[in-house]
Nanobody, 124 residues
């Protein structure tokens, strides 16, 4: 399986922006493969944030981040990005990149690899 490496997390004030990156070690999947971002607060379940196909299509977002976050891909660099604007303290979490993301009609999940995550902390 591919290896995923996230970067770009940090501490930011409410209203600020961060851009997360997820570099995939290799590409063995086609352009219709979904990559995604999830986040988790210690003690809570991991939750879906956004997903996109390697061809840049079918972007999907959790309601809580719509209009503030943008997911994108650089196909040539095998990298997925998450641009996060107008950050709120509730966005504080560890953010994980995942491959082979699926949606069963109610739940988003991954059948592929997970990265180690990158911490995002938003101060009020």
């Amino acid at each position: 399986q591919e290896q995923l490496a996230e970067s770009g997390g940090g501490l930011v004030q409410a209203g600020g922006s961060l851009r997360l990156s997820c570099a995939a070690s290799r590409r063995t999947f086609n352009n219709y493969y979904l990559m995604g971002w999830f986040r988790q607060v210690l003690g809570k379940e991991r939750e879906f944030v956004a997903a996109i196909r390697w061809n840049g299509g079918s972007a999907a977002y959790a309601d809580s981040v719509k209009g503030r976050f943008t997911i994108s891909v650089d196909n040539a660099e095998s990298t997925v990005y998450l641009q996060m604007n107008r950050l709120k303290p509730d966005d504080t979490a560890r953010y994980y990149c995942a491959s082979d993301v699926r949606f069963d009609g109610s739940v988003w999940f991954s059948l592929g690899s997970w990265g180690q995550g990158t911490q995002v902390t938003v101060s009020s």
